[in-house]
């Protein structure tokens, strides 16, 4: 279902030139073991895009690669 924004000068519709089921699926939600903290990163735009686009493309979180990549940090370096 595509979603659509009037436009002053034309009807926009946003998301109906993307089949984005095959590029975007939920990733399996995983209930925290333990209380949570949130943290910020800043990426620049496209590292961004490229990061969200290859975990999409395996069907992982965002959150798990980032936690299994400090994790790897933290073993070799604690």
Known sequence: ???EKKHSSSMMTFG???DLE???QAPEVKAPSEKQKRVNVNFSEDKHARFKVAC???GISITDVINE??????RKNE
């Open 22 to 24: 095959k590029i975007v």
């Open 16 to 18: 109906a030139h993307r």
């Open 56 to 58: 999409a493309k395996r």
């Open 69 to 74: 990549l400090v994790d790897e940090w933290l």
């Open 1 to 3: 279902m595509a979603l």
